[in-house]
C-alpha cells in the first residue's frame, strides 16, 4: 500500500525531483518509524532525516502541513495524516534554495552530522527551488494525500507494514568523510573568533594552503570609493599586484568563472599586468548582497569537492570581513560623532561671529590634516566672495583675491553647492590648471557651507601634512563637520540678529546711547537697589543750548554731528557702571548710581566744560551761536525717591539753570520734610537755584 502510495505521488511532475519518505506510527508503537522512501538522491534524504525525524511527533500534533528550510540551504514539506487509528507524516525533500549557506553546512559538520559531509560534492547541482514554490508543491500534495485517505478510510481495515530496512527502501550505505572537512570546520571556528582583517585573511590562507596545496594565492579587496579592487599576493605571489577597477570584476567573477578553473587569458593579465599565472580559480567574497572581492589560486585546479569546500571557507571569510569592517565603520562614526558633540561644545564658547569663522577653520584644518586653508562668505548681492579668514597664508593679502560666484574652484562650489575633492587641480578635468606657487601640494577640498538650502560660503583647505592627496574619508569627515559648522553659523548670525533687534529696541539709533524707556527700567532698578543698601544716587539732565538756532543755520547733519559729539563728551565723562541715554531732541540723562550730589556736581561740571570747549561744525562762521550745556541735578533720597520725583526735580533744577543764562549747573533742593509733588506743566518759578560754585562753596559750608 504504501509503495503504491509514494508511487503514485511521485507521478505528479512537480514531485519529480523530490525524496519521499513515509513515516508511520501504530497503536502498538510509541515513536513514528520509517514505512518506506522513494529516494532521489541518498545524501540530501540523509539531512532530511537529521532534521525531520526529531520534529515528527510536533508536526503531526499541528496538524497542517510544515515547509521548512534547514541545513545549508535545503527546502522540505511534512504532512501529517491519519488512516484508521495508524499515524502518518509525509516527508519531502530534495531540493535547495538559490544561495547555499556554507556557514550552515559547516555547523552541522561541526555538531558531528557524520555523513553529512558526502553532500557538498552534490550540493551545486541539485535543483533550486523558492520557498513559494515547495509551498505550492506541498499544497498539492496535501490535496491528493487527503483524496487517498478519504479512499482508504472507505475500505477494509488492514494493518501497516513493518518497516523497511534502511538499505532495502534504498537509503545509503556506509559513507567516507573527507578529513580536510573537519579542517575547514576547525577553520571557521577560528574564523569566528578573528579580530582584524589582517588575522582573517590570515585564517584563510594557511587553511588554503596547508590543506589544499595551493602554490599562488591571492585576495582582492574592495577600497574605501568602491571603485576598484586592491589585489595582494598572501602566498607565492607579490603583495603589491595592482587593482582591478569595478568595471573589470567580470574577468574573474562572471558566473560562469566563478570557483572554476579557467585559462588566465590576455584580458586577465592586462588587467594584472604584475601577475604570472597559466590557469586561476575564483571565489567570490560576498556576504548577503555586498560585493567584498575575491579569493584567487593560481596553476592549480582544485577537484569539485575541494572547491564546494573553499567557496564555504570563502563564504565564511567575507561574513568575517563584512562584520569587521562594518564593526571598524561603526567605531569610527562613534567615535566622529563624539568628536563632534565636542567641537559643537566648543564652538557654543564662541562669542563672535569671526571667532567662529576661526574656530571652525582652524578645526576642519585639524580633522583632515590640512596646513592651508580659508573661510569665504558670498556677499549680499549674490554674485561676489570675500574671505573672513584665513590658515598659512596673510588674511590682508587674502582679502584683496577677488572671488566671483561660479569662477574657479570656490565659485564652482559655492553657485553648485557641491564639495569638490580634487587630487590634482593639474590634472583633473573639472579646474584644470597651473598650481599656484603658494601651495605645496595639488590636492584640495572645498566644501560649501549652507544654512538650510541657501549657500553662504565655502570652506576651502589644502596641502595635507604629508603631501598626500586628500580622500573621500577626509571629505566624508568634512562634510559631517560642515553641517555641523554651517548649524552654528546660522546659530550665531540669529543671537546676533537678535541682539542688534535688542539693542535697537533700547538704544537710540542717532547717539548709539540707550533710550528713554530703558532710561526709565535702569533707574528703577537703581532706585530700588539704593534702598535696600542705602546708597546714594544722582541723577543729571543735560540740555544743549541755542541748539534749534544751531540747527537751523548749520543744518540738520551738522545737528546730526553734534548730538553725537555731546554723546562721546558725556560718556567719557562718566564711569563704566554709570547710565546715560538720550532724553528726547536735545537733552540727555546721565544715571550715577552710589553717587552724592556733591560728587556728581563734579561730574557734571567737567561735562559742562568739554562742551563749551568744544567746537562744533560750523560754530566759526556763526560767532554769536556757540552750542554750550545746562545741567539740573537731583539726587536720591534728599531730592525724590522715586522716578518721578528724581525726573522732576532734575528737570525743575535744568530749567532754572536755563532761566538764569544758560551754561551753567543748578542742584535742586528740597526743603527739610517737604513732600513730592507730580511734574507741573511748567516748572515752577519760585524753585530754589543754585550755580556750581555756589552750590560747592554751600557744600563745603555746612561740612566745615
Not at 491519519?82 to 553546512?105: K, M, P, T
Not at 557538498?120 to 509551498?135: G, I, N, Q
Not at 544654512?451 to 569627515?477: C, E, H, R, W, Y
Request: hydrophobic residues 40%.
Amino acid at each position: 500500500m504504501f509503495e503504491d502510495l509514494l508511487a503514485g505521488l511521485k507521478s505528479l511532475p512537480a514531485l519529480a525531483p523530490y525524496s519521499l519518505t513515509l513515516y508511520c506510527r501504530t497503536p502498538s508503537r510509541g515513536e513514528f518509524e520509517n514505512c518506506y522512501s522513494l529516494v532521489e538522491d541518498a545524501l540530501c534524504r540523509d539531512v532530511a532525516r537529521q532534521f525531520f525525524e526529531p520534529n515528527m511527533e510536533v508536526y503531526f500534533q499541528e496538524g497542517t502541513t510544515s515547509v521548512c528550510r534547514y541545513g545549508g540551504g535545503f527546502f522540505g514539506f511534512a504532512i501529517p495524516f491519519r488512516i484508521w487509528s495508524d499515524e502518518f507524516c509525509l516527508v519531502g525533500d530534495g531540493v535547495r534554495d538559490d544561495s547555499i549557506d556554507l556557514w550552515q553546512l559547516a555547523a552541522l559538520a561541526r555538531s558531528g552530522g557524520g555523513e553529512v559531509f558526502s553532500l557538498f560534492p552534490y550540493v551545486e547541482s541539485l535543483c533550486t527551488a523558492s520557498l513559494a514554490d515547495v509551498e505550492q508543491v506541498a499544497h498539492e500534495v496535501a490535496e491528493e494525500v487527503a483524496k487517498l485517505v478519504e479512499k482508504l478510510s472507505l475500505a477494509p481495515q488492514t494493518p501497516a507494514l513493518p518497516p523497511s530496512s534502511p538499505s532495502a527502501a534504498g537509503e545509503p550505505g556506509e559513507e567516507h568523510c573527507d578529513p580536510r572537512l573537519d579542517v575547514v570546520a576547525r577553520s571557521l571556528e577560528e574564523l569566528d573568533l578573528a579580530k582584524t582583517v589582517t588575522e582573517t585573511i590570515g585564517l584563510c590562507c594557511e587553511t588554503l594552503v596547508t590543506h589544499f596545496n595551493s602554490p599562488k594565492t591571492a585576495i582582492a579587496l574592495r577600497d574605501a570609493s568602491g571603485t576598484s579592487f586592491q589585489v595582494s599576493g598572501i602566498w607565492g605571489l607579490p603583495e603589491d599586484l595592482g587593482s582591478i577597477p569595478a568595471d573589470a570584476m567580470h574577468l574573474f567573477m562572471a558566473k560562469d568563472r566563478r570557483a572554476k578553473t579557467v585559462l588566465f587569458d590576455a584580458q586577465m593579465r592586462g588587467v594584472l599586468p604584475a601577475l604570472q599565472a597559466t590557469v586561476c580559480t575564483c571565489f567570490p567574497l560576498r556576504c548577503q548582497d555586498e560585493r567584498l572581492g575575491f579569493l584567487a589560486l593560481f596553476d592549480v585546479a582544485p577537484a569539485k569537492s575541494d572547491a564546494l569546500l573553499i567557496s564555504m571557507l570563502a563564504g565564511a571569510t567575507a561574513a568575517k570581513l563584512s562584520r569587521i569592517i562594518k564593526d571598524a565603520e561603526q567605531s569610527k562614526e562613534n567615535a566622529l560623532s563624539q568628536r563632534l558633540m565636542s567641537l559643537t561644545n566648543t564652538l557654543l564658547q564662541v562669542d563672535s561671529k569671526d571667532e567662529l569663522y576661526q574656530a571652525i577653520l582652524e578645526i576642519a584644518a585639524e580633522l583632515i590634516d590640512a596646513m592651508q586653508g580659508s573661510v569665504m562668505l558670498i556677499d549680499k548681492d549674490g554674485q561676489n566672495m570675500h574671505i573672513v579668514f584665513t590658515l598659512g597664508m596673510t588674511l590682508n593679502i587674502a582679502r584683496c583675491l577677488p572671488v566671483k560666484v561660479g569662477k574657479g574652484i570656490a565659485g564652482m562650489v559655492a553657485q553648485s553647492g557641491q564639495p569638490l575633492l580634487v587630487n590634482d587641480v593639474e590634472k583633473d578635468s573639472r579646474v584644470a590648471m597651473a598650481n599656484r606657487l603658494r601651495f605645496k601640494s595639488k590636492s584640495l577640498i572645498c566644501m560649501p557651507l549652507k544654512l538650510k538650502d541657501k549657500i553662504i560660503g565655502v570652506l576651502n583647505l589644502s596641502d595635507k601634512k604629508n603631501l598626500a592627496p586628500f580622500t573621500d574619508a577626509d571629505l566624508q569627515v568634512l562634510t559631517s563637520f560642515a553641517n555641523l559648522a554651517s548649524l552654528m553659523i546660522e546659530r550665531t548670525e540669529v543671537l546676533e540678529e537678535s541682539e542688534r533687534f535688542e539693542q535697537l529696541s533700547v538704544t537710540d539709533a542717532l547717539t548709539g546711547l540707550y533710550n528713554r524707556r530703558f532710561l526709565k527700567n535702569r533707574l528703577e532698578e537703581e532706585l530700588n537697589r539704593s534702598i535696600r543698601q542705602g546708597l546714594n544716587l544722582t541723577v543729571i539732565f543735560i540740555d544743549l543750548d541755542f541748539f534749534k538756532n544751531y540747527n537751523d543755520l548749520c543744518g540738520h547733519l551738522a545737528g546730526d554731528d553734534a548730538l553725537r559729539t555731546t554723546a562721546e563728551i558725556i560718556k567719557a565723562s562718566l564711569r563704566d557702571m554709570d547710565i546715560v541715554a538720550r532724553y528726547g531732541g536735545e537733552e540727555f540723562c546721565a544715571v550715577l548710581p552710589g553717587t552724592s550730589k556733591v560728587e556728581a556736581m563734579i561730574v557734571a561740571e567737567r561735562i559742562r566744560s568739554e562742551i563749551e570747549r568744544e567746537i562744533f561744525p560750523g560754530e566759526s562762521e556763526i560767532p554769536q551761536v556757540r552750542l554750550t550745556a545746562s545741567l539740573g541735578v537731583a539726587s536720591f533720597p534728599e531730592d525724590g525717591r522715586t522716578f518721578t520725583a528724581l525726573v522732576h526735580a532734575s528737570d525743575v533744577a535744568l530749567y532754572e539753570a536755563k532761566a538764569g543764562g544758560r551754561n551753567r549747573i543748578v542742584a535742586a533742593r528740597t526743603s527739610p520734610g517737604q513732600k513730592e509733588t507730580p511734574i507741573p506743566a511748567t516748572p515752577p518759578k519760585t524753585s530754589k537755584t543754585l550755580d556750581f560754585n555756589a552750590y560747592l562753596e554751600a557744600s563745603v559750608g555746612a561740612k566745615g
